[in-house]
């Protein structure tokens, strides 16, 4: 299967700081891209979807100002939490699609965020 | 929305047995794909199956199968002769046009196989 690289894999940060989490398609183009936040022992809820060039579409509940993301390139995402609080603490993971609808989406390895 | 239901938070299974998952969904679309994922404690989602929901045939990979009941919005997945490393959290997903090919996974459940 194809290869999404998601980076970095931990990340510990300081509240009120902000963080970048990097998600990247490296032997497809990736014309969409989702971002998955996965809580403890819980299932993944999708964030927001994102295609090449355009806004993001974020679920019910996720605050676009707080969790910024850039898909900027067919082969790169950025989510970035800012201003960043302990409740924000958990595992994100991407996944990545080249938008054809019979092809299935690939996940990057994830990204614990721990914020203190 | 789609929602789907996995009903069985935890399973257990004896090495080299069978077990099966279950999965219902709820859904109006006609088309729309199905998935198994197995995630390890290593949390990387590993696709175990897919199904799509225009086929009749049920889908097999190797030691994995599902049964899928369109009309009764079901799909479990049966592990065949079940081995230590396939212990591990399995979701149960949907994705359709509809939801912009995003996936919609089930709660999850607990696979432990033991010697």
């Known amino acids: 299967g194809a290869v999404v690289s998601q980076h970095p894999s931990r990340v510990i940060c300081k509240s009120g700081t902000s963080v970048k989490i990097e998600c990247r398609s490296l032997?497809?183009?990736?014309?969409?891209m989702f971002w998955y936040r996965q809580f403890p022992k819980q299932s993944l809820m999708l964030m927001a979807t994102?295609?090449?060039?355009?806004?993001?579409?974020?679920e019910q509940g996720v605050e676009k100002d707080k969790f910024l993301i850039n898909h900027a390139s067919l082969t790169l995402s950025t989510l970035t939490v800012t201003s960043a609080h302990p409740e924000d603490s958990s595992f994100y993971i991407c996944?990545?699609?080249?938008?054809?609808?019979?092809?299935?989406?690939?996940f990057g390895q994830g990204t614990r965020l721990t914020v203190v | 929305a789609q929602t789907v239901t996995q009903s069985q938070p935890e399973m257990s299974v004896q090495e080299a047995e069978t077990v099966t998952l279950s999965c219902t969904y709820d859904?109006?679309?006609?088309?729309?794909?199905l998935f198994w994922y197995k995630q390890p404690p290593s949390r990387q989602m590993i696709l175990v199956i897919r199904?799509?929901?225009?086929?009749?045939q049920n889908a097999t990979e190797n030691r994995f199968s599902v049964n899928f009941q369109k009309a009764a919005k079901s799909f479990s997945l049966k592990i065949s002769d079940s081995q230590l490393g396939d212990a591990a959290m399995y979701f149960c997903?949907?994705?359709?046009?509809?939801?912009?090919?995003?996936?919609?996974f089930g709660k999850g459940t607990s696979l432990l196989v033991t010697p």
């Open positions: 859904t109006s679309e006609s088309d729309y794909y």
């Open positions: 994102s295609n090449e060039g355009s806004k993001a579409t974020y």
């Open positions: 996944s990545a699609s080249d938008g054809q609808s019979n092809t299935e989406a690939f």
């Open positions: 997903a949907y994705r359709s046009a509809a939801s912009g090919y995003a996936l919609n």
């Open positions: 032997d497809f183009q990736a014309t969409t």
């Open positions: 199904q799509e929901a225009y086929k009749q």
